[in-house]
């Protein structure tokens, strides 16, 4: 007696020869997703993600307040230390991202990372913002005398915190996210 020709569940003129590891649903190769455990359908591998999701939108907005205020904090004390800023600025988004982690009780989710990197954002150009504002008011004040020079120093002033900055939550975004090969 021969086995009837399987086809995968999602796309029926598909002949297959694989099954799903988890619900043994036949399923075609572009169907297919490989885990560590063997391949997987879709509807499997996305609701054995959904149990890893556990930070709701509170945990998301205090991560996002969380990472702007440290950020906002390290923005400044990065500026004082110079070029030794550039070497501590990625040291300092691990730290953020751990403080980030104990702020939402260690709970996960794939937006974290992004709303932190954000909020993070926000704050290092909350500190750019406040750094530009008096040369911004004295430009709109009619000040003639401020020369080019003055204001090329200034732009270049506001360069290195951004630099910063992005370190910094280059740093952060990467170790809320893990390493994924």
């Known amino acids: 007696m021969t086995e009837a020709a399987l086809t995968c569940y ?16 036949p399923i075609c190769v572009s169907c297919a997703i490989q885990t560590p455990v063997g391949y997987r359908c879709r509807e499997c591998v996305r609701g ?8 709701g939108r509170i945990d998301l907005a205090l991560g996002g307040i969380v990472a702007g205020v440290c950020a906002a904090v390290a923005t400044p004390l990065l ?3 110079g070029f030794w800023g550039f070497l501590l600025a990625p040291l300092v988004g691990g730290g953020i991202a751990e403080v980030v982690r104990v702020a939402v009780r ?40 401020v020369g080019a020079g003055a204001l090329g120093r200034a732009g270049l002033s506001l360069l290195w915190p951004l630099v910063y900055g992005g370190l910094m939550i280059g740093s952060l975004v990467a170790r809320l996210q893990g390493i994924r090969l």
Do not use: K, M
């Open 10 to 25: 999602v796309h029926p003129e598909r002949p297959t020869g694989l099954r799903c590891q988890r619900c043994n649903r």
């Open 79 to 81: 500026s004082l230390l």
């Open 48 to 55: 054995q993600q959904q149990v890893f999701e556990t930070a």
């Open 106 to 145: 260690r709970r996960r989710s794939r937006r974290l990372p992004l709303v932190a990197g954000s909020g993070a954002a926000a704050g290092v150009l909350l500190y750019a913002g406040l750094r530009a504002a008096p040369l911004g008011l004295l430009l709109l004040g009619g000040a003639s005398e």
